[in-house]
């Protein structure tokens, strides 16, 4: 390689969430990185992940991962905040793999985002039991109130189709009550659904409070890394992406298109069967 030729790695980005929720992800992954190639696997078949306990989604996220590396990924994305809080200190400290998760961008964001110091998180139940969120935010500044709260119903409500339902505006505001009565200035989004109901979300904690989107956060990531290790795609191609899941792939296609918004198609089912032959390490 001549001196001062940038390297092209022309290997694809590997990606998995629960559902199709990570595909608000992928959608600002495809827009920022457009030469990069990518394989989501939307674990439909065993979603939700939220109310699993942490053995489990570890188990989860070690199938999916060794299998996304089985396909010669160069990065993977555990878009799942899920997922990343349960199992993704487990995946990088067992896989010799660049491994990019869903928590560490976004309270890297909100601390520089708050100004009163007053961080809300909104996640799934397992999200807000392991501590991912509070550990991340006050190792970055010790400082901060941090107030988190789960929601139960949200994702399943989102992936089913709901996003504008006098039942999702109720759960909503159930679910923002707690965060507004702390007074904080700043929700982070920790869970790949809940993008879809920003507009529901920023009307009821109104416009003086800052929404952290974990989408925006992570393809800002994938960027730096790909820069940093020199692992990057030939910037003149146009990138493909291609699909896995578990569950039935129509439904996945038909809820999947609402939360990638560009052209959706090959899609290949993976058994769950096979990926549970996977021994975790």
């Keep these: 390689m001549a001196a001062g030729e940038a390297k092209i790695d022309p290997r694809p980005i590997g990606m998995f969430d629960s559902g199709v929720g990570g595909l608000t992800v992928l959608h600002e992954c495809l827009v920022s990185h457009p030469h990069e190639d990518f394989i989501y696997l939307g674990d439909t078949g065993r979603f939700p992940y939220g109310p699993r306990s942490i053995e489990e ?3 989860f996220a070690w199938q999916i991962a060794s299998h996304l590396l089985s396909l ?15 199992a993704l200190t487990f995946l990088q400290e067992q896989l010799e793999a660049s491994i990019i998760g869903a928590v560490h961008p976004e309270a890297e964001a909100a601390v520089q985002t708050t100004r009163n ?25 010790a400082g901060l109130e941090t107030f988190s709260q789960a929601c139960p119903q949200l994702a399943s409500m989102i992936q089913s189709g709901d996003v504008s339902s006098p039942e999702m505006v109720e759960a909503v505001k159930d679910y923002a009550a707690p965060l507004k009565d702390a007074g904080v200035d700043t929700v982070i989004l920790g869970c790949t659904h809940y993008p879809l109901v920003t507009p529901m979300l920023q009307r009821v904690f109104g416009r003086d409070v800052t929404l952290v989107n974990s989408a925006r956060e992570i393809a800002r990531e994938v960027g730096e890394v790909l820069g940093r290790k020199g692992i ?12 896995l899941c578990t569950g039935d792939e129509k439904s996945f296609v038909e809820v ?16 769950i069967s096979e990926l549970e032959k996977i021994e975790v390490g």
């Design 232 to 243: 990057g795609n030939d910037t003149a191609r146009e990138g493909r992406y291609s699909f």
């Design 117 to 141: 110091r007053k961080v809300g998180v909104l996640a799934t139940e397992a999200t807000v039991s392991s501590g991912s969120y509070e550990r991340a935010l006050l190792n970055l500044d």
């Design 57 to 59: 989604l570890r188990s």
């Design 256 to 271: 999947g298109a609402r939360f990638l918004q560009m052209p959706f198609e090959n899609v290949e089912h993976v058994e």
């Design 72 to 86: 010669d990924v160069k990065l993977l994305v555990v878009a799942c905040n899920s997922a990343t809080a349960a």
